[in-house]
């Protein structure tokens, strides 16, 4: 956050469920929706509209409903690998791309999370989207603050709603300017997402993190920092 903070008024959210935040295992309403209206809520309360949004994976998911939502809280947005599955059932080639990811990473991680191995769920998703030994490879700070997020993640493999309705005409109700922002070794599903998202975006730009994966921020700061910021200072 430092980096941002000398240019910007600069708010980390813990969104519901997620550390340091209350969980009650059989959470079943976990949802990008819930997370989009909370967030709207929050910006609304502390008059902070219009904002600069930057949401990474299911973060970015909810900022996108939000910016649909309400675009009168949103100056611009950036999305860093939202895992918007809907987008890819009507791209050609999108349900083989979301059948890959479903049978070797996420049903994969929802088994072990049944199981109550945390450990396990976390590190398939990991490993799985970013290649086989991360989650190993990460700093143990990094490893840290992920696992102290482990039963939101569990939250979100058991609940009702894990990929809510995004379409691309939603998409295409996005008037702000937005940046999408990959890592180069990310997994394909994520590549295809935002590929569609670029194409139904009204106003966008897209930006690759060089030598990075879905933790672009985490492997190569400098990179993003610089990419982000410029954005910004753009819009």
Wanted: glycine share 6%; aromatic share 8%.
């Amino acid at each position: 956050m430092g980096p941002f903070s000398k240019c910007y008024h600069t708010i980390a959210i813990s969104r519901r469920y997620h550390y340091p935040n209350d969980f009650n295992d059989g959470v079943w309403d976990y949802s990008a929706i819930n997370h989009a209206e909370d967030l709207a809520t929050f910006i609304q309360d502390l008059g902070l509209e219009p904002a600069h949004i930057v949401g990474h994976s299911y973060g970015a998911y909810a900022c996108a409903i939000l910016t649909v939502r309400h675009p009168e809280l949103i100056r611009t947005l950036v999305l860093c690998e939202p895992p918007i599955i809907p987008l890819l059932c009507a791209v050609p080639g999108g349900e083989s791309i979301v059948s890959d990811f479903m049978d070797k990473i996420w049903n994969p991680v929802e088994e072990a999370f049944k199981k109550g191995d945390l450990n396990q769920g976390v590190r398939i998703f990991i490993d799985g989207i970013s290649g086989d030994g991360t989650f190993d490879k990460l700093p143990s700070t990094v490893r840290e603050i992920i696992m102290s997020n482990a039963q939101a993640m569990k939250a979100q493999a058991m609940a009702r709603d894990q990929f809510p309705v995004f379409t691309c005409h939603d998409a295409q109700r996005i008037e702000a300017p937005a940046f999408l922002v990959s890592g180069e070794k990310s997994h394909k599903m994520l590549h295809s997402v935002l590929k569609e998202l670029k194409r139904c975006l009204a106003n966008s730009q897209t930006t690759v993190i060089p030598d990075a994966s879905h933790n672009m921020h985490v492997a190569n700061p400098q990179a993003f920092n610089v990419a982000v910021l410029d954005f910004l200072a753009r819009n």
